[in-house]
């Protein structure tokens, strides 16, 4: 085990420091960091109006630039002809109606365009020659149209005026005067003055034309009316949009007239789809309240705004994407069920019917669950599907079960040694509530040994892991560790009762949860109790400092980009939404309450060897949360590091080598401390 651990940090080092072919000593049948480069990913599925055709984004690492890359692959319904499109880097693929072509959004002169690909020739060319980068692209009907969003700056007038500079002179930036609300964000930094808009450009090509006015927020893609004529979008087109969680759905005619409002109500409207005949909307929301956490329903609603109901009132889970069945009898949803997506067909009476179950992931790192899914005009069925030792792949529903079409990862992961994946129920210590986990083992595991146990601990905390491929994981049991992984209480996928139970009481008796998950992977009889670790990331960092605050079972610990005092959290993250919603009120009024929960409140408890680390752009769980637990750690003499990442914002491992650094640190950190 000590050996696997020594031959995975070597691998680390030499994943970092060359380009060159794989070291000769490491051991090529354990997934290693340098690994990390070779993986694919299928996402963004989108199958041919006819259902004979899927286009997918075929997702690498550039190990030479540390970035990821997309191309654009496609192949028959029957996994045939699986072949490359586009080569160069290209995303958000869109069939024509007529299926002989499709548009696509790829760099040109430097900057992001939309692209159009005839099929017939394989001809592409730019259509538009745009400043700012386009998302959500959308065929109109008749394939005259194509809409599209784009950011447009506002630029105020200087605040104060200033003398004069003389020509030549060297002078120091301008000041950066800031009224708005919501002012930076994760991964942005400080926020450019303005809005996302609407824009429309003929499907030949020409001067983009905007279609929405005024300034206020618009969300998500649009959907196009069964006529061509008229645009349906989410908006909050209130004045105190900044400080809502409110959105609503708006018809507009391309003829420029001004937005009709169709839906109305306190809380979210977003997503909406046009029913074929152009007769009824679906769309997904939520009724606001003083919760935090909010479950996301499908909706049904006349094409003129009537009759709006719920249609899947008897599904506890979130939903979190719908398409209409050819014949406008039904729907495809896509939910979040126990750690798994599932796929279900949904009548107008709200009969359900299961089309596939599977896992997936969004992410390399770490399991987060997540999905994406395509309906042809036939209702076949492409989505993204992938389980602990592989990453996603295209699959198809068809008539016996679903299908894989592609083996992307055969070639790297066919011949390793993975982690092996078994799934955990548990009952919680607090209430004897049913809590879900996996278990990962080390390769060549033997039940008769005694192993390292890591407990890596999710983010969010209203989000959920399941059984998906994550590189961070394998890494982990690769150097000889059992992983626990677990959705305490707060996780979504098990209802809107289990999520709601932190509500304005996090962290709390999730910790219980997380440790009864270890005592339960403890009982199996393979883990060495003098060797357990810890570590989570966001909501899992509050959570991991919070449980080395409350016991000193574990050994080391890595609290990674962790939430510490949630008073000064509450008022340097890049949102109002915490102090809005998660506390009875603005910390200056409630400061006993946001101490209680703050993990800075139990540092004085502390034993456990802790490292801390941060990105150093960091705007949703800012770099000095970090350094306040590290301070405190130090004043109390307690064996502390604080690993500052350059450059990174909340998501650390959103480069390959900073995924593989933070791994690295965590396992020497541990190792360490052996």
Same mark, same amino acid.
């Given at each position: 085990m000590k050996t696997a651990s020594i031959l995975l940090l070597v691998s680390l080092v030499a994943s970092v420091t060359s380009a060159a072919e794989p070291t000769a000593d490491i051991d090529d049948r354990l997934f290693t960091a340098r690994d990390v480069f070779n993986l694919e990913f299928a996402a963004d599925p989108q199958i041919?109006?006819?259902?004979?055709?899927?286009?997918? #984004?075929?997702?690498?690492?550039?190990?030479?630039?540390?970035?990821?890359?997309?191309?654009?692959?496609?192949?028959?319904?029957?996994?045939?002809?699986?072949?490359? &499109?586009?080569?160069?880097?290209?995303?958000?693929?869109?069939?024509?109606?007529?299926?002989?072509?499709? #548009?696509?959004?790829?760099?040109?002169?430097?900057?992001?365009?939309?692209?159009?690909?005839?099929?017939?020739? &394989?001809?592409?060319?730019?259509?538009?020659r745009l400043e700012r980068a386009p998302t959500a692209i959308v065929w109109s009907p008749n394939g005259q149209w194509i809409a599209f969003s784009m950011f447009v700056p506002e630029k105020p007038a200087p605040y104060a005026k200033l003398p004069e500079k003389p020509k030549g002179a060297e002078w120091a930036a301008p000041a950066r005067m800031i009224r708005q609300v919501r002012y930076r964000a994760d991964g942005q930094g400080y926020r450019e003055e303005g809005f996302n808009q609407l824009f429309l450009v003929p499907a030949e090509g020409g001067s983009p034309r905007r279609l929405t006015p005024g300034s206020y927020p618009i969300f998500g893609a649009p959907a196009w009316a069964a006529d061509s004529k008229t645009i349906l979008f989410s908006a909050n087109r209130s004045d105190d949009w900044d400080y809502e969680r409110e959105s609503d759905l708006y018809e507009l005619d391309i003829e420029g007239r001004e937005p009709r409002k169709l839906t109305e109500r306190a809380g979210a409207d977003l997503a909406p789809a046009v029913s074929p005949d152009g007769t009824r909307v679906a769309y997904l929301g939520w009724d606001d309240s003083d919760d935090m956490y909010h479950q996301t329903g499908v909706y049904v609603m006349n094409r003129d705004g009537s009759d709006a109901r719920p249609l899947t009132p008897g599904l506890d889970r979130p939903v979190s994407a719908v398409k209409w069945s050819s014949d406008g009898a039904s729907l495809f949803v896509q939910f979040a069920d126990e750690g798994r997506i599932r796929i279900a067909r949904v009548g107008l009476d709200g009969d359900r019917s299961p089309v596939?179950?599977?896992?997936?992931?969004?992410?390399?790192?770490?399991?987060?669950?997540?999905?994406?899914?395509?309906?042809?005009?036939?209702?076949? #069925?492409?989505? #993204?599907?992938?389980?602990?030792?592989?990453?996603s792949e295209l699959a198809v529903t068809q008539p016996q079960a679903p299908r894989t079409l592609t083996a992307l990862n055969d070639d790297l992961l066919g011949h390793k040694s993975l982690g092996r994946v078994e799934e955990l129920w548990f009952e919680s210590s607090h209430d004897g509530r049913r809590v879900q986990g996996w278990v990962m083992t080390p390769p060549d595991f033997?039940?008769?040994?005694?192993?390292?146990?890591? &407990?890596e601990i999710h983010g969010g905390p209203w989000s959920d892991y399941g059984p998906s491929f994550s590189a961070e994981m394998q890494l982990y049991a690769a150097a000889g560790y059992v992983v626990l992984y677990t959705n305490p209480r707060g996780s979504t996928s098990y209802g809107r009762e289990f999520a709601g139970l932190i509500e304005r009481r996090y962290p709390g008796h999730d910790y219980d949860d997380l440790m009864s998950g270890v005592d339960a992977v403890v009982e199996k009889g393979y883990i060495d109790e003098d060797q357990l670790y810890i570590t989570g990331g966001s909501g899992g960092g509050v959570l991991s400092s919070w449980a080395i605050g409350k016991t000193n079972r574990f050994r080391a610990a890595a609290v990674i980009k962790p939430v510490i005092n949630w008073y000064s959290f509450a008022l340097t993250t890049d949102g109002i939404r915490w102090a809005n919603y998660n506390f009875p009120g603005p910390p200056w009024e409630h400061a006993e309450h946001y101490l209680a929960v703050s993990p800075i409140s139990l540092v004085g408890n502390v034993t456990t060897p802790t490292m801390v680390m941060v990105g150093e752009q960091d705007h949703r769980t800012p770099p000095s949360e970090s350094e306040q637990y590290y301070q405190a750690l130090k004043i109390r003499k307690i064996d502390a590091a604080l690993v500052r990442i350059p450059d990174a914002s909340h998501g650390i491992a959103s480069r390959p080598s900073r995924l593989i650094s933070k791994v690295a640190h965590i396992l020497k950190w541990f190792e360490e401390h052996r």
């Open positions: 041919s109006p006819n259902g004979e055709r899927i286009v997918y #984004v075929r997702r690498s690492f550039d190990i030479m630039k540390d970035r990821g890359r997309g191309e654009l692959w496609i192949v028959d319904y029957d996994g045939s002809n699986h072949r490359p &499109l586009v080569t160069g880097p290209a995303s958000s693929p869109r069939w024509a109606p007529d299926g002989k072509s499709l #548009v696509y959004i790829a760099p040109s002169e430097g900057k992001s365009q939309i692209h159009r690909l005839w099929l017939d020739t &394989l001809q592409s060319a730019p259509l538009t596939s179950v599977h896992a997936s992931g969004r992410s390399p790192g770490r399991p987060y669950v997540g999905g994406q899914f395509t309906v042809s005009n036939n209702d076949r #069925v492409a989505f #993204v599907s992938g389980d602990p030792h592989h990453p033997s039940p008769s040994k005694k192993y390292p146990l890591l &407990l």
